[in-house]
T-cell receptor
């Protein structure tokens, strides 16, 4: 069975602080994909990043960066110099690399990030 | 290009009624998945359709059903509504059944009273 754990439920920071959102996953597949989505109050899930299990390179996109470590089954997300517009719920998700029963997204419970001015 | 369109945006129904939600995927995407989001259970997978065939189904009762048309548009139906069916229903569109990611619609917020 696949599982995603986001142990943090709510994080509150002051603008310009750095913040890291943790994600730990479980899977028996050797090929899999990890995702981060952002959900603003409007409800739509906004895609942030996709990472496959064979690519452990860290990625940076502007103020966002991701740290993927297979050894600890973690895929953490850091926002540098946070802004009020970053306030949202953030979901980590896992998808098998194969078609079949696990060809779906398994989501963590989400982390509510509040950035105060 | 147009994103994923879900209609209606909001819906209020009474217990025992049935409801149909619609999802139009991104042009060219042949895969549509549905998810239910509730405060208690979070985001849960309902089903996936690809080329008009259901390819995968989550752990939901038979009251939840869906279909996909030849133009890739999808509908999901919930019969005999229960209060616990109140949720945000999200549709996700993808190429290659999600191997390269999913694009989500804004959802339909269903309230059962």
């Amino acid at each position: 069975a696949q599982k995603v754990t986001q142990a943090q439920t709510e994080i509150s920071v002051v603008e310009k602080e750095d913040v890291t959102l943790d994600c730990v996953y479980e899977t028996r597949d050797t090929t899999y994909y990890l995702f981060w989505y952002k959900q603003p109050p409007s409800g739509e899930l906004v895609f942030l990043i996709r990472r496959n299990s064979f690519d452990e390179q860290n990625e940076i996109s502007g103020r966002y960066s991701w740290n993927f470590q297979k050894s600890t089954s973690s895929f953490n997300f850091t926002i540098t110099a946070s802004q009020v517009v970053d306030s949202a719920v953030y979901f980590c998700a896992l998808r098998s690399g194969y078609t079949g029963a696990n060809s779906k997204l398994t989501f963590g419970k989400g982390i509510t990030l509040s950035v105060r001015p | 290009k147009a994103g994923v369109t879900q209609t209606p945006r909001y819906l209020i129904k009474t217990r025992g009624q049935q409801v149909t939600l619609s999802c139009s995927p991104i042009s060219g995407h042949r895969s549509v998945s549905w998810y239910q989001q509730t405060p208690g259970q979070g985001l849960q997978f309902l089903f996936e359709y690809f080329s008009e065939t259901q390819r995968n189904k989550g752990n939901f009762p038979g009251r939840f059903s869906g279909r996909q048309f030849s133009n890739s548009r999808s509908e999901m139906n919930v019969s005999t509504l229960e209060l616990g069916d109140s949720a945000l229903y999200l549709c996700a569109s993808s190429l290659h059944r999600g191997l390269y990611g999913y694009t989500f619609g804004s959802g339909t917020r269903l309230t059962v009273v």
